[in-house]
Structures are given as structure tokens and as C-alpha cells.
């Protein structure tokens, strides 16, 4: 398996990583990638793939710290996009206390045309925000990417799935099957399409209360099969595709 989204250069990290990709290699997992969310994390981001052969980037900036960029930073993700294979994570966050949105919309459509002068594809964060995300792809029909840790509905999946775009699948799953929140879950898993979805851990953030890692994926792959009534394998198998297909792994 791939882990399409994991934050191995944040801070919680730092003490026992050998140990997080032994487990991860343990669960399967052959490669990660980790998404950009800040120009202070870039070099940190850089150390760790020249470290380690599984780990591949992309840079980014994320709404939650769009207001803390400027043109100068711009310059600066411009010049790693060469050694990235996806610009992200980038996107929309309308929960209250975040940036505002003018400034938000401003950076993000920044990094669309970014991955269109890089041919790169996107790793979407979007929360609050599906419809304003989906009005500003639509002026760039050959960008493709995913929308990472998709909270959205069913019918706003399969908006972004026509434009191009990946759903990405984390522990939110395994969350909600906590909270009983089973059967909305189910309905929007069995009908979306294998072939449109991402696995991803998110780690370290994504479960309650504990550190997340990427390991954690083999339980989401599981609960989808189980969803699905599908075998592991055929999740494992399919959503790798996918991952090596989007970011051209
Ligand atoms: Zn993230």
C-alpha cells in the first residue's frame, strides 16, 4: 500500500520515526507521501526523502497558514515544485476561526496555477468548502489530484470525481464507524468507485486522543473491504493503482 497522506515531518514524529516506518512496513505500506503545509516545514520535508528512498513530497501551503505567506514564499515553493510530484496540501477551510476566505481563495488559486505550469496534481484540503473548491477548479479542466480526507457528501464526491479528482479515504472511517455514524458512511463508500479512491492515514492527526500513524492504514483498508464486501487485497491492490496513477509513482 501507498499512504497518500501522511505528516512524517511534523514534530511528533521526531523521536521514534525508524520505529513508525518499521510498523508501516510491517502493515504493508511501501511508500508515503507527504503533503507541504508550510514554508517552515519544507526543509524538514526535504531532509526526510533525501533520507528515505519510500518517502516522496509535495509542497504546499495549507489554508491554515495561507495569512502567514507572502510573494516571497510563492518564489520559494516555485522552486521546489520540480522535486515534488504533487503541489499540496492547498485548498479551502470555512470552519470558523481560520484565515478569511478572500485571503484563503487568493492562495489557493496561487497553487492551481502553479500545478498547471508544473503539470502537477493537487492534494486537496477541504472542509466546509466543497462547492467553493469545485467553482475554482472548474476554469482548469486538465488539473487532476485529491481531495484528501473527503468530509463531504455523496453527491459532492461525485462532482470532484468528474472533474478529475481522487476521494481521499483515512480514519475518519474508523472514527465514524465509532460513533455510529455506520450507515452514512457505508451508503457513500459502496457508492463511490474503487477506482476513484485514495487511501490515506493524515497521521499524526485523524484519530481522537492518540497519536495517529501510518500503520493505522491496514484498518482502513480492512473497514473499506468490509464495507465493500470486497477482498483486503482487492482494496490494497486497487487504491495503490490509483495512488501510482495520480502522482505517477
Ligand atoms: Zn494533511
Known amino acids: 500500500m501507498i499512504d497518500s497522506h501522511c505528516h512524517l515531518d511534523d514534530p511528533h514524529f521526531s523521536g521514534d520515526l525508524k520505529e513508525v516506518l518499521l510498523r508501516a512496513k510491517q502493515a504493508g505500506i511501501q511508500q508515503l507521501i507527504i503533503p507541504g503545509v508550510q514554508h517552515g516545514q519544507w526543509s524538514a520535508q526535504q531532509a526526510l526523502a533525501a533520507q528515505y528512498q519510500n518517502i516522496s513530497n509535495a509542497f504546499g501551503i495549507h489554508p491554515w497558514y495561507c495569512d502567514q505567506h507572502d510573494n516571497a514564499h510563492l518564489e520559494q515553493l516555485e522552486k521546489l515544485l520540480p522535486h515534488a510530484i504533487a503541489v499540496g496540501e492547498c485548498g479551502l477551510d470555512f470552519m470558523p476561526n481560520r484565515p478569511d476566505h478572500a485571503t484563503q481563495i487568493k492562495c489557493f488559486q496561487k497553487q492551481l496555477q502553479l500545478a498547471q505550469q508544473f503539470n502537477l496534481p493537487l492534494i486537496i484540503h477541504s472542509v466546509k468548502s466543497a462547492d467553493q473548491v469545485a467553482l475554482q477548479l472548474r476554469p482548469y479542466p486538465q488539473l487532476r489530484g485529491v481531495i484528501h480526507g473527503f468530509s463531504g457528501s455523496l453527491q459532492q464526491a461525485k462532482v470532484f470525481i468528474k472533474l478529475g479528482f481522487y476521494i481521499g479515504i483515512g480514519t475518519r472511517l474508523l472514527q465514524n464507524e465509532q460513533r455510529n455514524q455506520g450507515q452514512r458512511i457505508h451508503t457513500f463508500l459502496q457508492n463511490l468507485p474503487l477506482e ?48 501510482k496513477e495520480l502522482f505517477s509513482l
Not at 480492512?222 to 487485497?233: E, G, H, V
Open 196 to 243: 476513484s479512491l485514495l487511501l490515506e492515514s493524515d497521521a499524526p492527526d485523524g484519530l481522537k486522543n492518540q497519536r495517529n500513524e501510518p500503520a493505522n492504514l491496514l484498518d482502513v483498508a480492512q473497514s473499506l473491504a468490509t464495507i465493500r464486501q470486497i477482498p483486503l487485497a482487492s482494496v490494497q491492490k486497487q487504491c495503490t493503482l490509483n495512488t
